[in-house]
């Protein structure tokens, strides 16, 4: 009798031990009803040029190993070739809760799925090393999801509040995490180093909210000191402190319900009528030592891929080569890194980037040498082994050059901006380009224009506050007045000014008004005559005479 006793209570100590702990998510809200509807809905985040690259498919599973006649190996568990279920297993978050704000954001999520398609295939690069990151560090794999909320996986995405890259860190936390920040390169965009801040910073915040993973996420979008002061607010008026009873900014309202509505539907895609992009449960890239400066083209003809895989792979740098204080590392797809590492084998250091041998002119100095050829005067002592930065007529410069044209370096900063200030914002908008003078701001060229500071921002891919230097280059569009009459289409026509003309002359010959013509040539406009020869933009009524 003992005997039999004794099993059953063995066996049930086993069982008890095999369960797992759920519902991690330390929140303690247990009264009251959700109320607020004011949900701001998740950004769709449509940035064309990135999509149109598609991600390096993995080998086919090697399948010799299934014909293995070890039955300890027929019977160990198999890792899951999906990389969704791997990360379904990591889930520990109480999704298991109903309030009004994540209700919105499920609905606004599964009637988009072609959305979340997209974000998936641009997360497929670097989905495994976020997980697999994840996991090391303890954290639940839900988080794997929170670059969709911040850039939608656009790891070039940057906010007009200046935050940047797949994890949105703005530039002082950025500094803070060690992400470094200057003309060849940002850490932010960095996959790898920006991974692993965002692991700290996230690490941080669980610690100093007591492992709630809800205030942390809140944290994380409007700063900890906001959150602290809610729950210092609530508890003085005697009020639940859980994420759902705090009094936080809107955008913090809507930010956790948008991560806890993605994990629900990637946790039972089928419930909302979704099938997940399969995302093999394999590394996408490896991390090639470089041991140094290395022109992006060259490392795209020797790993066999297009420059603009290497730039979504390596999106910290910013110009035409890796940078030349490093990281001296370059993210390869996997199937592709032997080649790579074989080519960079056969190629002498002094051969990674062209160079260019430059003989001073009159009136060069450094800063406007290195301007001239896409690099930084640093950059120039560096390698010249300059001592200060005074240049003499006639002194030879060795520079660093890129070795293909500019332009095919498609995702480099500068031409990603130009890029994004050549798509217009609708039919028959005018673009003006505009040299920002001393004293400019944002505000006085958007009043100028009758636009505002955040709608200019956006068309320059800038932050509102993003510094503005004197002589950077800014993109204004235009759009015509609307006309009481019915019969009005306004069309772009460039008059090209002919000998006996003026301003006023053209305002009167295509019935404009003279300050808009100033307005929508600001170069020519700002002549105090103007030449034969000259062109003119003009937005003219084609059918109302």
Same mark, same amino acid.
């Given at each position: 009798?003992?005997?039999?006793?004794?099993?059953?209570?063995?066996?049930?100590?086993?069982?008890?031990?095999? =369960?797992?702990?759920?519902?991690?998510?330390?929140?303690?809200?247990?009264?009251?009803?959700?109320?607020?509807?004011?949900?701001?809905?998740?950004?769709?985040? =449509?940035?064309?040029?990135?999509?149109?690259?598609?991600?390096?498919?993995?080998?086919?599973?090697?399948?010799?190993?299934?014909?293995?006649?070890?039955?300890?190996?027929?019977?160990?568990?198999?890792?899951?070739?999906?990389?969704?279920?791997?990360?379904?297993?990591?889930?520990?978050?109480?999704?298991?809760?109903?309030?009004?704000?994540?209700?919105?954001?499920?609905?606004?999520?599964?009637?988009?799925?072609?959305?979340?398609?997209?974000?998936?295939?641009? +997360?497929?690069?670097?989905?495994?090393?976020?997980?697999?990151?994840?996991?090391?560090?303890?954290?639940?794999?839900?988080?794997?999801?929170?670059?969709?909320?911040?850039? +939608?996986?656009?790891?070039?995405?940057?906010?007009?509040?200046?935050?940047?890259?797949?994890?949105?860190?703005?530039?002082?936390?950025?500094?803070?995490?060690?992400?470094?920040?200057?003309?060849?390169?940002?850490?932010?965009?960095?996959?790898?180093?920006?991974?692993?801040?965002?692991?700290?910073?996230?690490?941080?915040?669980?610690?100093?909210?007591?492992?709630?993973?809800?205030?942390?996420?809140?944290?994380?979008?409007?700063?900890?000191?906001?959150?602290?002061?809610?729950?210092?607010?609530?508890?003085?008026? +005697?009020?639940?402190? *859980?994420?759902?009873?705090?009094?936080?900014?809107?955008?913090?309202?809507?930010?956790?319900?948008?991560?806890?509505?993605?994990?629900?539907?990637?946790?039972?895609?089928?419930?909302?009528?979704?099938?997940?992009?399969?995302?093999?449960?394999?590394?996408?890239?490896?991390?090639?030592?470089?041991?140094?400066?290395?022109?992006?083209?060259?490392?795209?003809?020797?790993?066999?891929?297009?420059?603009?895989?290497?730039?979504?792979?390596?999106?910290?740098?910013?110009?035409?080569?890796?940078?030349?204080?490093?990281?001296?590392?370059?993210?390869?797809?996997?199937?592709?890194?032997?080649?790579?590492?074989?080519?960079?084998?056969?190629?002498?250091?002094?051969?990674?980037?062209?160079?260019?041998?430059?003989?001073?002119?009159?009136?060069?100095? %450094?800063?406007?040498?290195?301007?001239?050829?896409?690099?930084?005067?640093?950059?120039?002592?560096?390698?010249?082994?300059?001592?200060?930065?005074?240049?003499?007529?006639? =002194?030879?410069?060795?520079?660093?050059?890129?070795?293909?044209?500019?332009?095919?370096?498609?995702?480099?900063?500068?031409?990603?901006?130009?890029?994004?200030?050549?798509?217009?914002?609708?039919?028959?908008?005018?673009?003006?380009?505009?040299?920002?003078?001393?004293?400019?701001?944002?505000?006085?060229?958007?009043?100028?224009? *009758?636009?505002?500071?955040?709608?200019?921002?956006?068309?320059?891919?800038?932050?509102?506050? *993003?510094?503005?230097?004197?002589?950077?280059?800014?993109?204004?569009?235009?759009?015509?007045?609307?006309?009481?009459?019915?019969?009005?289409?306004?069309?772009?026509?460039?008059?090209?000014?002919?000998?006996?003309?003026? %301003?006023?002359?053209?305002?009167?010959?295509?019935?404009?008004?003279?300050? *808009?013509?100033?307005?929508?040539?600001?170069?020519?406009?700002?002549?105090?005559?103007?030449?034969?020869?000259?062109?003119?933009?003009?937005?003219?009524?084609?059918? +109302?005479?």
């Amino acid at each position: 009798m003992i005997k039999h006793f004794l099993w059953v209570l063995l066996i049930s100590l086993v069982l008890s031990g095999c =369960q797992t702990a759920s519902n991690v998510e330390n929140d303690n809200s247990k009264t009251g009803l959700e109320t607020d509807s004011d949900t701001v809905e998740a950004d769709t985040q =449509q940035t064309g040029f990135i999509d149109t690259v598609s991600p390096v498919l993995p080998d086919e599973d090697d399948t010799s190993s299934d014909n293995s006649t070890s039955p300890v190996a027929s019977k160990s568990p198999q890792p899951p070739k999906d990389l969704w279920v791997r990360m379904r297993h990591g889930f520990k978050l109480n999704l298991n809760i109903e309030k009004p704000r994540l209700s919105s954001q499920v609905r606004w999520y599964s009637s988009h799925l072609d959305y979340l398609n997209r974000v998936s295939i641009r +997360g497929e690069r670097y989905l495994y090393y976020i997980v697999s990151q994840l996991e090391k560090a303890g954290i639940p794999t839900e988080i794997a999801l929170l670059p969709i909320v911040e850039s +939608g996986f656009d790891p070039f995405g940057y906010s007009h509040g200046r935050a940047s890259g797949p994890w949105q860190f703005i530039p002082s936390t950025g500094q803070m995490y060690g992400l470094d920040q200057n003309w060849w390169y940002d850490g932010r965009r960095d996959i790898v180093s920006s991974t692993q801040a965002a692991i700290a910073y996230l690490t941080r915040l669980n610690k100093l909210f007591d492992g709630n993973w809800l205030q942390a996420l809140a944290a994380y979008n409007s700063g900890e000191g906001t959150v602290l002061r809610a729950i210092r607010k609530n508890k003085r008026a +005697g009020k639940p402190t *859980d994420f759902w009873s705090l009094d936080l900014p809107n955008e913090t309202r809507a930010y956790v319900p948008k991560l806890l509505a993605l994990a629900k539907i990637i946790k039972d895609p089928a419930k909302y009528h979704y099938k997940t992009h399969f995302i093999a449960n394999k590394p996408y890239f490896e991390s090639v030592n470089i041991g140094g400066q290395l022109d992006l083209a060259q490392a795209a003809d020797m790993a066999d891929i297009s420059i603009d895989e290497v730039y979504l792979l390596n999106p910290g740098f910013n110009q035409w080569a890796t940078a030349p204080d490093g990281p001296h590392r370059l993210l390869i797809p996997v199937k592709k890194a032997a080649l790579f590492r074989k080519k960079l084998a056969e190629i002498p250091s002094n051969e990674r980037v062209t160079w260019v041998r430059y003989s001073v002119k009159p009136g060069d100095n %450094l800063l406007l040498v290195a301007k001239n050829h896409n690099t930084t005067a640093s950059v120039l002592e560096d390698v010249n082994k300059m001592s200060s930065t005074m240049i003499r007529v006639g =002194q030879e410069l060795m520079i660093p050059v890129a070795g293909n044209k500019i332009e095919s370096y498609t995702l480099s900063s500068h031409q990603r901006l130009l890029a994004k200030q050549s798509r217009a914002p609708g039919r028959n908008r005018i673009k003006i380009n505009y040299t920002v003078s001393a004293g400019d701001s944002l505000w006085l060229i958007a009043k100028k224009y *009758d636009t505002d500071s955040k709608t200019l921002a956006r068309w320059n891919n800038m932050g509102l506050a *993003d510094p503005l230097h004197a002589g950077k280059k800014l993109v204004v569009w235009l759009e015509p007045k609307e006309n009481s009459s019915n019969r009005s289409v306004m069309k772009k026509v460039v008059y090209t000014i002919r000998p006996g003309d003026s %301003l006023a002359m053209v305002a009167n010959k295509f019935r404009v008004a003279l300050n *808009d013509i100033r307005k929508w040539n600001p170069i020519v406009g700002g002549k105090k005559y103007v030449q034969p020869g000259d062109k003119v933009t003009l937005l003219v009524n084609v059918v +109302g005479g």
